[in-house]
C-alpha cells in the first residue's frame, strides 16, 4: 500500500479536549473529541481502523482548522471529505443534508428526515447522527429536537457538549472574535488532504 494513502492517526489537544482522528489519502475516516486524554481520544477511535493505522501528520491543515473552531472560531467542513461507504443510502443523505447546517443554525430531526426525503424517519435520522463517525465536520450537534431541546450527543459530556458546542456558535456569530493568527486559506481541491 502507498504510504500517502495508508492510514494515519493524528492525536492533538484542543479547547474542547483530546481529538483524536483517522485519515487515509484525501478521506476522513474517523473523528472523536471531547477526551479529558489522548489516551482516552485514542481508546474511542474504531479499534479496527486503530490497529491499522500508523501514527502520523495527516492533514494538519484540518487540524488547525479543528483546533480554531475549537477555540471558538467559526469554521465551515464542507470541503472536507469523509467516507460514507458504511452507510445506506437514506444515511447518505442525512449526512449531505446534516452538512449543510449553517454554523450556528439547528435543524430538528424531523426536518433533516424531510429533507432526506423520508418524513416519517425522524427516529432514523437520530439513530445516524448517533453513530456519526465525524462529529463536528458532519454537524450532529446542530441537529435538535423539535420543540427545540437538545437531545444528546455520543461524545464525552453528552448533552452539555452539545449544549457547549450550540452556545460557542451562537457567541461566534454574535460577537465574532479577532484572532492572533491570521486567517487560513481554504484548501484548494490540489492541496486537500
Not at 483530546?18 to 484525501?26: F, K, P, R, Y
Not at 473523528?31 to 493505522?53: E, K, Y
Not at 443534508?97 to 418524513?119: D, F, K, N, P, V
Request: aromatic share 6%.
Amino acid at each position: 500500500m502507498n504510504s500517502e494513502h495508508s492510514l494515519q492517526v493524528v492525536s492533538f489537544v484542543t479547547d474542547l479536549g483530546w481529538m483524536a482522528l483517522v485519515g487515509s489519502g484525501s478521506t476522513l475516516k474517523q473523528l472523536v473529541f471531547g477526551h479529558h486524554t489522548q489516551s482516552a481520544a485514542l481508546a474511542a477511535l474504531d479499534p479496527a481502523l486503530l490497529a491499522a493505522a500508523r501514527t502520523g501528520n495527516w492533514c494538519p491543515s484540518l487540524v488547525d482548522r479543528l483546533q480554531d473552531f475549537a477555540a471558538g472560531g467559526s469554521a465551515d467542513f464542507r470541503d472536507v471529505q469523509v467516507d460514507l461507504n458504511h452507510l445506506t443510502p437514506f444515511q447518505r443523505k442525512v449526512v449531505k443534508h446534516c452538512r449543510a447546517i449553517a454554523y450556528g443554525q439547528t435543524r430538528s430531526y424531523g426536518e433533516l428526515a424531510l429533507q432526506s426525503g423520508s418524513a416519517r424517519a425522524a427516529r432514523a435520522v437520530g439513530n445516524t447522527m448517533a453513530t456519526n463517525r465525524y462529529p463536528l465536520i458532519v454537524p450532529c450537534h446542530r441537529v435538535v429536537h423539535a420543540d427545540r431541546s437538545i437531545g444528546h450527543l455520543s461524545a464525552p459530556d453528552g448533552s452539555r457538549m452539545k449544549t457547549r458546542l450550540l452556545d460557542m456558535e451562537e457567541r461566534t456569530l454574535a460577537h465574532p472574535k479577532r484572532t492572533k493568527r491570521a486567517p487560513r486559506p481554504r484548501a484548494s481541491a490540489a492541496t486537500r488532504c
